[in-house]
């Protein structure tokens, strides 16, 4: 070395060997582009002599470059003393060299070309080439690359996601599938975490999050970790991933890097999911169900068969369903059956068959094929439930939906559908029929006083009664409440329907025994006859019902047929019912008042309000043709209130003026107490107009005591112990019971008119009206004479020191001004000054 | 402190790059056999320090360069620098059937190093017109890593940043030209695209 570095002669000579001998081409050239070296692998590889090459111009030694880049960069060279590195990868003709393949095939040597200027001074510029073979480079290159490509489809193709990061979680490879589930692009999610991918992809994020866990599972444990992961897919319904994440280690234990690999599961999960619901609702459906294969052998049975049948899945697996069989259908039955199921893919109908124990039972079964997907069939399914109490449950609800549940007598429904039906029958056969309505008179009372059993217990002895009066053919029905209606077929005419309306009446008026009470019954009835009265259905029954209101208008416990005059008498009745309707908003209604006076001393010592209605175009209508009406509407509730407030008001506005001292008397039906609220009504009025309850009295009659009940004890005794004055109206016509004016909180008697009427002529008369003013006066009760009109009248009073009275005798009963100036001009009883004629109320 | 440009002069370089620059493409298109189009949209003379902000590049970010040694009037080197994703966009648009995701192989590698030569070459051959001087160029090899570590092997504390499009089978791929130069070469350099301006306007 060392001499060699001396002998600069030597290292020229070693330098020049060292050329000859390597392993690259190398060419030098002189600015006409003359070789001036050519080594060895030169001669060996383009197969040219040293010799042959020295000296010459490179595009003379190979003419395929003239024209060509290279050799412009090769000029470049040694003009502009420019370097260039060329590569086989951009050129696919750089030097012509050839490489001789087995087989005497040739092929061009792939190169890498650097040419560059040696610069020697003052002797000029030269220029140099290396050729590097990358042949074996480039193949390797090439097949990598092949390589890598091939391993990039697979993945790629790959339904699964195929994942990996590196040891720090950045992402280097992930698949079509991984790229689409994470909806990261091809190429940017490179060398990004999990939190940069969220980042710009938020959607992302909660996914990506949840994902990391097992990341970190994997790594923490080193070992490979499987999990369903929850992913989503693009149209954001959630898929289920079975996931697994395997670590990888360098040599010294740091992390390599993470396998993912994720499998979308999710139709297998929702599969195996509908499987095990389907499985439960096999086991816990109330419908039995059998499954059979193709050839229609049992092959399971859920829990509700062996409970419908009582066979036990041992009993009847590999049997066939023919061993339910009852022997009810013939086989002409089952061929129709399972040539429908083989047709259309099922049958379902009504079929009857036998239990274990023998017994049959009706069910309703579905009989369906199940076909593979070749379209052959693979099983039988049949369900099928036991119907015998559903078949029982229609009857009864059909049964109940056409009987009136109380007496099981048909209802409307049913009354309605044979009603159209005689009618229909009776037009085609020119008979005649008769439709009935019977209404039970003052059973509302009997209900309200005895309470609904008594009531009802009433109502299923008068059905006995009725249906122990009609032919078997005859229909007793009834509407609700004490309604009945009959309908009576192929009648003779109207004598033998009155023969029989009398009968029933008679059979009803027999005593009833209920619940410990004896009743007093008594019903009114309507008649209504196809043809004469009614063709069709409504209007046989509508005038029925008006016929029947006739009956009772007449005074009950008679049957009236019905006539052409009813319907207009009904209407009226309607016409009042609507009109009432309105008067009180049109205030119609106005008061009048009839004093009372003091028999012994003449003093006014009450008034008593009396309702009157002004109602346009009939002038002022009695009560008579009114109260009636407005009580069994109900419209009498609302009218008393209105009363109770202007009778207050009325009585404020007296007071205020500083007269009328005295109590006012309010006649209450015995319709307001079938209501609740009468005591809380009165009350409020009171302290509205700031009077006393005591300032008020209430007339009752007997009827209203003798519904006895404890609603209406309780009303009472409440309205007493307020200190409203109870006074007992028309005393002497009803059930005069002394009894119960020891019961009642009453405080005052008023004889009835028809007693004092006669008084001075009629003893028996005289006798009943001096006993009660006796018994009165012994039980500490006030007493009234009312009607009274004739001095005669007002002896007698007097003689049977009645205390007070009412009538003509003292004044007319008067509109409230009218009042006032009779009370100014200081209204009394004078004795002396008789005023026949009328009546008061 | 750098060298103070006037938007004209910048302007007038530029000008002379894109005519230099016009060549290689032509090249380019033969090599690559399609059209190839090179434009220099902009120019900026920057502190060395301040040239990564100007590639819009983070110190760490992953680059690819090729670099240039030259010579003559003055020593210095020029470099083509792409982000390594560019890197790859351009290899692959040159090569299609070398460039796997984001592998190159050696000779994928020496493709871009030729490309990079060729643009380097152009962009010499520009300044040293200019300049009315020859640029010798040495061998030009590829440098990888993050950005600060390849600029902070170059020397110099100016450098000409040219921001270069190469437009290739309907593809825009963003590069970035850097020459590195000492105060005298860029003052040099100004001086002559000064004189360059008032011989023509």
């Known amino acids: 070395m060392q001499s060699a570095v001396r002998n600069p002669d030597l290292s020229s000579r070693l330098a020049a060997a060292a050329l000859e001998q390597a392993m690259t081409g190398q060419v030098v050239f002189d600015r006409e582009l003359r070789v001036l070296v050519w080594n060895g692998w030169m001669v060996k590889t383009a197969g040219i002599a040293r010799e042959a090459a020295l000296g010459r111009r490179l595009d003379d030694i190979f003419p395929e470059l003239q024209g060509s880049y290279l050799l412009s960069v090769l000029e470049q060279v040694v003009s502009q003393g420019r370097s260039f590195l060329l590569s086989s990868m951009l050129h696919k003709e750089l030097f012509p060299l050839w490489l001789t393949l087995s087989g005497g095939r040739r092929e061009l040597l792939r190169q890498q070309i650097c040419a560059l200027p040696l610069d020697q001074g003052e002797e000029g510029m030269f220029g140099m080439v290396q050729i590097v073979d990358v042949t074996q480079a480039a193949r390797r290159e090439s097949a990598m690359y092949e390589a890598e490509q091939r391993l990039r489809t697979l993945i790629d193709n790959m339904p699964d996601l195929v994942l990996f990061k590196d040891g720090e979680g950045r992402w280097v490879e992930a698949n079509h599938a991984a790229q689409q589930i994470f909806d990261v692009s091809q190429g940017s999610y490179r060398g990004q975490t999990d939190q940069e991918l969220a980042s710009s992809n938020p959607a992302q994020a909660y996914i990506l999050d949840l994902f990391r866990k097992t990341d970190l599972q994997a790594w923490e444990s080193g070992q490979v970790v499987r999990a369903d992961e929850i992913l989503q897919a693009e149209d954001g319904r959630e898929l289920v991933f079975d996931t697994i994440k395997a670590p990888i280690f360098h040599g010294d234990g740091s992390r390599r890097g993470l396998v993912i690999i994720g499998r979308d599961v999710t139709d297998r999960k929702q599969a195996e999911r509908d499987l095990a619901l389907a499985k439960q609702v096999f086991q816990h459906s109330t419908e039995s169900i059998i499954v059979t294969d193709r050839h229609n052998c049992i092959i399971s049975v859920n829990p509700a068969f062996v409970q419908t049948t009582g066979y036990t899945p041992e009993d009847v697996i590999g049997q066939k369903p023919s061993i339910l069989r009852s022997g009810a259908h013939d086989s002409h039955f089952y061929a129709a059956m399972w040539a429908t199921i083989l047709n259309k893919g099922s049958w379902s109908g009504e079929i009857i068959d036998r239990r274990k124990d023998g017994s049959t039972y009706p069910k309703w079964l579905s009989i369906s094929a199940v076909r593979g997907k070749d379209g052959e069939i693979e099983n039988f399914i049949a369900l099928f439930s036991d119907i015998s109490e559903r078949k029982a449950v229609e009857q009864r609800i059909r049964y109940l939906a056409e009987h009136d549940f109380l007496t099981g007598l048909p209802n409307r429904v049913l009354l309605t559908d044979r009603v159209s039906q005689a009618i229909t029958f009776a037009r085609r056969n020119r008979k005649r029929l008769a439709v009935m309505f019977l209404d039970l008179d003052r059973f509302k009372s009997i209900n309200d006083t005895l309470g609904h059993n008594v009531g009802d217990d009433l109502l299923r002895v008068v059905t006995n009664r009725l249906l122990g009066q009609v032919r078997a053919s005859d229909t007793v029905s009834r509407l609700g409440g004490d309604e009945f209606v009959l309908l009576l077929l192929e009648v003779e005419g109207e004598d033998s329907v009155a023969h029989l309306a009398r009968n029933i009446l008679g059979a009803l008026v027999e005593p009833v025994r209920v619940g410990g009470h004896e009743l007093n019954v008594s019903g009114s009835i309507g008649v209504a006859m196809y043809p004469e009265h009614g063709q069709d259905i409504d209007s046989l029954m509508k005038n029925a019902d008006t016929a029947m209101y006739q009956a009772k208008a007449a005074g009950r416990n008679g049957y009236a047929f019905f006539s052409p005059e009813m319907d207009v008498a009904a209407r009226s009745r309607h016409e009042v019912e609507n009109a009432l309707r309105h008067a009180l908003l049109r205030k119609e209604f106005v008061l009048h008042y009839q004093p009372q006076a003091d028999v012994a001393d003449g003093q006014v010592v009450a008034l008593e309000a009396l309702l009157r209605w002004k109602r346009p175009g009939f002038g002022l209508v009695p009560p008579n043709d009114f109260i009636p009406v407005a009580e069994e509407s109900g419209l009498i509730v609302p009218i008393t209130e209105w009363i109770l407030d202007e009778v207050c008001r009325q009585l404020r506005h007296w007071r205020d003026a500083g007269m009328v001292h005295v109590p006012v008397a309010i006649n209450l039906s015995p319709v307001q107490f079938r209501r609740e609220g009468l005591y809380e009504i009165a009350m409020e009025k009171v302290k509205e107009y700031g009077l006393q309850p005591g300032d008020i009295e209430f007339e009752i009659t007997e009827n209203v005591l003798m519904l006895n009940t404890d609603a209406v004890m309780r009303t009472l005794d409440r309205l007493r112990a307020a200190g409203f004055h109870l006074i007992i109206d028309d005393f002497g016509t009803g059930y005069s019971s002394l009894s119960y004016l020891k019961r009642f909180p009453v405080v005052k008697l008023k004889i009835d008119r028809s007693f004092v009427r006669d008084v001075s002529d009629d003893p028996d008369d005289a006798a009943i009206a001096g006993a009660i003013i006796g018994m009165a006066r012994s039980l500490k009760l006030g007493v009234v004479a009312e009607g009274v009109e004739k001095s005669e009248q007002l002896d007698f009073l007097r003689q049977e020191r009645c205390k007070s009275m009412q009538g003509y005798l003292l004044s007319r009963p008067l509109p409230p001004d009218e009042l006032e100036a009779a009370l100014r001009q200081g209204l009394r009883l004078v004795p002396e000054v008789p005023e026949p004629s009328g009546g008061g109320d | ?201």
């Not at chain 2, 302007?11 to 620059?21: K, Q, R, S, W, Y």
């Not at chain 2, 003379?45 to 990564?52: C, I």
């Not at chain 2, 000779?107 to 030569?117: S, T």
Request: aromatic share 6%.
């Open chain 2, 1 to 201: 402190m750098t060298t103070d440009w006037s938007e004209l002069e910048r302007d007038a370089l530029a000008e002379a790059f894109n005519v230099g620059v016009g060549s290689a493409a032509a090249v380019l298109s033969g090599m690559v056999g399609a059209e190839v189009m090179l434009s220099v949209p902009e120019l900026r003379v920057v502190d060395k320090a301040a040239a990564l902000a100007s590639f819009g590049l983070a110190p760490a970010d992953r680059v690819c360069a090729v670099v240039q040694p030259y010579g003559g009037a003055f020593e210095s080197r020029a470099l083509l620098m792409f982000t390594e994703v560019k890197s790859y966009d351009l290899v692959r648009a040159v090569v299609p059937d070398h460039v796997a995701e984001m592998r190159m192989g050696d000779m994928a590698q020496d493709a871009l190093i030729e490309v990079g030569n060729l643009v380097l070459n152009a962009c010499l051959t520009a300044v040293g017109e200019l300049l009315g001087c020859a640029l010798t160029t040495r061998v030009p090899s590829l440098v990888k890593g993050e950005a600060a570590e390849v600029l902070e092997q170059m020397e110099g504390s100016e450098m000409m940043l040219l921001h270069m499009l190469f437009s290739i089978k309907d593809k825009d791929i963003d590069g970035y030209v850097g020459f590195l130069l000492d105060q005298q070469a860029m003052g040099a350099l100004k001086q002559a695209v000064g004189n360059f301006l008032s011989a023509h306007l």
